[in-house]
């Protein structure tokens, strides 16, 4: 499934672009947002090359990571990457994780997030079971 486009009231998910490094970087990059992560701070030639793969990957066949831009539909602007990672054990299931930039936390834009990737799975992908987790540290 090739290109990804699904919105909410306030928030889209796109495919990534190579145009996206900088504003991935400010997520990526800041350790106040990865401490809330599975991984240390990422250089930005990291990030490049995880936008490189993710690019990459979607046009694999079958596709199996969906690597999307969280934007708010407003400006467009990229304030955040989400995850579906379908599982190489279960292909009705997957994994999934967001990042939001810290200028938008408290705005409720996670939920929307959640809602928005889970639709992705269980609607347009016909996941089965999609698995997530949320770091300890983050009481929101």
């Not at 992560?37 to 046009?59: C, K, N």
């Not at 999934?96 to 809602?115: D, K, M, P, Q």
Request: with cysteine; aromatic share 8%; charged share 20%.
């Amino acid at each position: 499934m090739y290109p990804i486009s699904r919105c909410s009231q306030r928030l889209a998910l796109r495919e990534l672009t190579a145009a996206d490094v900088d504003a991935v970087f400010g997520i990526y990059g800041d350790p106040g947002i990865t401490k809330y992560l599975s991984f240390e701070p990422r250089a930005r030639e990291q990030v490049r090359q995880i936008i490189d793969r993710s690019i990459a990957s979607a046009g694999a066949s079958p596709r199996n990571e969906y690597a999307l831009a969280i934007t708010e539909r407003k400006d467009n602007g990229l304030i955040g990457v989400g995850r579906i990672a379908v599982d190489p054990h279960q292909p009705r299931g997957a994994t999934f994780g967001f990042a939001l930039h810290s200028s938008v936390w408290g705005a409720g834009y996670g939920v929307e997030a959640v809602r928005l990737l889970l639709g992705l799975g269980f609607g347009d992908l016909r996941l089965h079971r999609i698995w997530g987790a949320r770091a300890p540290l983050n009481e929101a």
